[in-house]
T-cell receptor, first 115, second 116 residues
Framework: DQQVKQNSPSLSVQEGRISILNCDYTNSMFDYFLWYKKYPAEGPTFLISISSIKDKNEDGRFTVFLNKSAKHLSLHIVPSQPGDSAVYFC??????????????FGTGTLLAVQP | GAGVSQSPSNKVTEKGKDVELRCDPI?????LYWYRQSLGQGLEFLIYFQGNSAPDKSGLPSDRFSAERTGGSVSTLTIQRTQQEDSAVYLCASSATGWDSNQPQHFGDGTRLSIL
């Protein structure tokens, strides 16, 4: 049972336009969400996170939106750059401030930004 | 180094052999995690260490898998009697503390394990 779902395996956008990556989850106990970016043969790199008490978090070109009622989050990248081309993973954690925060990951979305 | 360091970066071994994978977390990070990524899949949680607390082993797929963390720093993941389905990239992550979910996990580049 996939608790975190990224239904788009790939996305292609033009340089300078907005990239929107989506993520859905099923576990209502998730209260902390993260986005990671991964290049081939490298480990995931942390991008941005959001806790369930917020609905938006922004860091430079990256903004994460959380819709708890829909169990949906999205990552917006604007403007998109060719260097943003990578696999993006959505991840969620259940135990805010608790004894463990193991992450549950989606299967990733491959973003290709065309020059 | 400043980041999470894993060794070896690649490991090829024959089915039935034991393997040990090593992780050096970021200095000062008290929480350490092991994940694995099989081909075409997302990252799968294996085990989590937080300070001196008993580790959360709930993600280990079988009793052939074990991990230890000595001195609250370096960790080794051991797979005994390897099987072909163990082939995957094994990723280690650390965070400043596992008690506050606002601390993101930072990953190493992983060990690519191939079982022949």
């Amino acid at each position: 049972d996939q608790q975190v779902k990224q239904n788009s395996p790939s996305l292609s956008v033009q340089e300078g336009r907005i990239s929107i990556l989506n993520c859905d989850y099923t576990n209502s106990m998730f209260d902390y969400f993260l986005w990671y970016k991964k290049y081939p043969a490298e480990g995931p790199t942390f991008l941005i996170s959001i806790s369930s008490i917020k609905d938006k978090n922004e860091d430079g070109r990256f903004t994460v939106f959380l819709n708890k009622s829909a169990k949906h989050l999205s990552l917006h990248i604007v403007p998109s750059q060719p260097g943003d081309s990578a696999v993006y993973f959505c991840a969620a954690s259940e135990d805010y401030g608790g004894a463990t925060n193991k992450l549950i990951f989606g299967t990733g979305t491959l973003l290709a930004v065309q020059p | 180094g400043a980041g999470v360091s894993q060794s070896p970066s690649n490991k090829v071994t024959e089915k039935g052999k034991d393997v040990e994978l090593r992780c050096d977390p970021i200095s000062g990070h008290t929480a350490l995690y092991w994940y694995r990524q099989s081909l075409g899949q997302g990252l799968e949680f294996l085990i989590y260490f937080q300070g001196n607390s008993a580790p959360d082993k709930s993600g280990l797929p079988s009793d052939r898998f074990s991990a230890e963390r000595t001195g609250g720093s370096v960790s080794t993941l051991t797979i005994q009697r390897t099987q072909q389905e163990d082939s995957a990239v094994y990723l280690c992550a650390s965070s400043a503390t596992g008690w506050d979910s606002n601390q993101p996990q930072h990953f190493g580049d992983g060990t690519r394990l191939s079982i022949l």
